[in-house]
């Protein structure tokens, strides 16, 4: 039951206490510190890094924190504190040919160069609950390692690079001399949006829904039958040109996920008969959101192509237009606010309408089969 609450600033600043008071829950378990967050809640930390456009890892675990978990809500609070901050300047681009990789692996090839390398994934567990982990403390134990940490990697040329030498592949073209992306950070979404706009809004969009269009793509809600042709988790070096030194010096490294979809192409009457790409990339360990991107970036190409647009996945304004959460939840959650004068005026509408229909005050509207 709803109860209307009166008493304005007061009444606001008591949920803040309650607010409180719910996030803390039973004061006798000890407090969910950030730290622990970050360390162990990983791949939540990974997403609204991603979908918050801001990568910092405590950051991102205060927002988890502060949001009991929500994670639509951290990925708002981050988002808002993004705006606060100055930019200064651009990275020059991630070179993920160079990543230093955790995982890798191909579902177009067996044999690839550098070899397939599973890492840590839920690909290969039971999906059953695992009960030990609820009993109390943890085994502090290392782990014997597997590899010498300091062991040079074995070069991991792209998979596509197979294709590539064949011709059977189209060629991704580097953006033209003097021509800048777009930059969403900075300028508001509008159409026609390019490709490199279209895949800044899907980095930063919501897993859930752009899971949801990618797995629509599958079930022919587009012309597409995609074989993931190389998924990459690792860390990469991010370098910045500094005017002081007049060249680019590392700043730190970051980690990313990276897919690269390859998808059947009949051909068109300008090109002939390949495979094509749909690309993902996200901050963290994303592997779901970046196969669910790629699948939309190709999905989202059909024009550029010559394919026929039949299916929403297939429209751009739509696609874009109602991938970000923040937005999306902002304007859902929005109609819990006051509308008593809106719902006024709709109501009184709607007595004056029955009235000239003939309906009496008391008449109760009929619908569906009558009692």
Not at 161 to 182: D, F
């Amino acid at each position: 039951m709803y109860v209307a609450v009166k008493g304005g600033e007061r009444a606001i600043e008591a949920s803040w206490r309650l607010l409180d008071k719910a996030r803390r829950g039973d004061t006798n378990v000890p407090e969910l510190s950030v730290a622990q967050i970050r360390e162990q809640m990983r791949l939540a930390v990974a997403r609204v890094m991603a979908e918050g456009s801001v990568y910092d890892e405590e950051l991102a675990a205060l927002a988890i924190k502060q949001a009991a978990g929500d994670l639509v809500e951290a990925i708002f609070l981050l988002r808002a504190y993004r705006t606060t901050l100055p930019r200064f300047g651009y990275t020059v681009p991630v070179d993920t040919g160079h990543m230093d990789v955790e995982r890798r692996i191909s579902a177009t090839f067996k044999d690839v160069p550098g070899g397939q390398v599973l890492g840590a994934t839920y690909d290969y567990t039971q999906r059953l609950l695992d009960f030990t982990l609820l009993a109390q403390g943890d085994d502090d134990s290392d782990p014997e390692p597997t590899s010498q940490p300091n062991a040079p990697q074995e070069a991991m040329p792209r998979v596509v690079t197979l294709l590539n030498s064949e011709g059977l592949i189209e060629q991704e073209t580097v953006t033209g001399e003097g021509i800048e992306p777009g930059d969403l950070s900075r300028e508001p979404l509008s159409f026609p949006a390019d490709r490199s706009v279209r895949l800044q809004n899907l980095a930063r969009g919501d897993e859930g829904f752009l899971l949801a269009m990618g797995y629509a793509t599958q079930r022919g809600y587009a012309h597409s039958h995609p074989f993931a042709g190389e998924i990459r988790f690792g860390a990469v070096a991010v370098e910045m040109v500094l005017d002081e030194l007049g060249e680019a010096v590392e700043i730190g490294e970051i980690e990313l996920t990276e897919c690269q979809m390859i998808n059947q192409f009949a051909g068109s009457k300008d090109m002939p008969p390949a495979f094509t790409q749909g690309y993902g990339l996200t901050f963290g360990h994303g592997e779901r959101k970046a196969m669910a991107m790629a699948l939309v970036d190709r999905a989202l190409r059909a024009e550029e192509l010559g394919e026929t647009l039949a299916s929403p996945t297939q429209d751009i304004e739509f696609m874009l237009s109602h991938s970000d959460n923040v937005e999306a939840s902002g304007f859902v959650q929005h109609l819990k606010l006051p509308h008593y004068v809106d719902f006024q005026a709709e109501l009184e509408l709607v007595r004056r309408l029955r009235a000239q229909h003939g309906e009496q005050p008391g008449d109760e509207l009929q619908t569906g089969e009558a009692a």
